[in-house]
């Protein structure tokens, strides 16, 4: 299962701050009483306005009110709540006091969630124009097919090491070794280069190694607790490499759309082109700056397009005065 890590809640921060937009709520609204004072809605609003926290809590409700305009209809109650449970099935017994820490109830944790997914799905379907024959051609060259391997968890270094050695030893059973020390949930893994279930540094040393190799120890950091953790793996099948990409070209496909959901240049121009769709402007100075990372990434993407397309007909025209021959030659 992909881990879903648990970010701190920001929407939750300017809650008092909505209650302005209610019917019964004005800016003059009190929040806290007390003898010769109070702390009224706007009191409130002008402390904790300039924060980074609360320029970071309006962006999470700007992107969720346009992305649920945009794209409400493309993410289920069922996927939210998929992915809801599946955080609550990693995290466990710690999953409340971890919600709370990061300022969520469980209702506005489905709600980032929602969010994210609708971001998602609107990156995905900006990925989909990158599938060009160049693209999936590039990301065939990075492309390591799939191994299977035996692999060991260890959160101990000297224990890794003697578990090393042991399993380096002549006539050695790797796999009853595996079972008998790891800390995962299995022993055997099959993956790609573009998998996840396993830390990158682990599947680029096991996609480097030959058949029946064993690798050394692999110090990797656990993402939630910034721990290291130590694995050994030993590769038990290994499959030759294609030589036309189009045999991967599902696999590839994959990889490429999910490379983009983790490109944060690429996400920003998602999510500008949202905002200049939905005619988002910014009232509050304050806030001047909040959109800017977004409508930068917006206009470089056009800018590029503009540049590309330019390009693709210089070279079109070129292409039109050479021969047939000439052109299957050079593809």
């Not at 599938?131 to 492309?143: E, H, I």
């Not at 540094?201 to 110090?219: F, H, N, P, Y």
Request: hydrophobic fraction near 30%; charge should be positive.
């Amino acid at each position: 299962m992909k881990k879903r890590t648990i970010v701190t809640g920001f929407v939750t921060l300017l809650s008092v701050v909505t209650l302005a937009a209610c019917s019964k709520t004005t800016q003059n609204s009190k929040i806290i009483t007390m003898k010769g004072d109070t702390i009224t809605v706007s009191d409130f609003y002008n402390e904790v306005k300039e924060s980074t926290a609360s320029k970071q809590a309006v962006l999470s409700l700007i992107v969720s009110k346009v992305f649920e305009k945009q794209y409400g209809d493309k993410v289920s109650d069922k996927e939210v709540t998929k992915a809801y449970n599946e955080a609550v099935k990693y995290y466990g017994d710690s999953f409340s006091s971890i919600l709370s820490s990061r300022g969520y109830t469980k209702e506005t944790y489905k709600k980032q969630i929602r969010s994210e997914k609708l971001l998602e799905y609107a990156v995905k379907e900006e990925a989909k124009k990158e599938l060009t024959d160049a693209n999936y051609k590039a990301a065939y060259q990075d492309y390591k097919p799939e191994v299977t391997a035996q692999v060991i968890q260890l959160d101990d270094e000297s224990k890794a090491k003697s578990v090393l050695e042991e399993a380096k030893a002549d006539g050695a059973d790797f796999a009853k070794i595996a079972k008998e020390n790891t800390k995962g949930d299995k022993t055997e893994y099959t993956f790609d280069s573009g998998s996840t279930d396993l830390p990158s540094q682990v599947i680029t040393a096991a996609l480097a190694l030959d058949k029946d190799g064993i690798s050394d120890v692999i110090t990797t950091t656990d993402s939630s607790t910034y721990k290291p953790v130590y694995y050994i793996v030993k590769v038990t099948k290994k499959e030759n490499k294609n030589a036309d990409w189009k045999a991967y070209k599902k696999r590839l496909k994959e990889i490429i759309i999910n490379q983009k959901l983790t490109d944060t240049n690429f996400r920003n121009t998602v999510i500008g082109k949202a905002f200049k769709k939905a005619n988002v402007k910014v009232k509050d100075k304050t806030f001047s700056d909040i959109l800017s990372p977004y409508a930068t990434a917006s206009d470089s993407s056009a800018s590029t397009t503009t540049t590309a397309t330019s390009s693709d007909a210089a070279t079109t025209t070129a292409a039109d005065q050479t021969t047939d021959a000439e052109t299957t030659a050079s593809e």
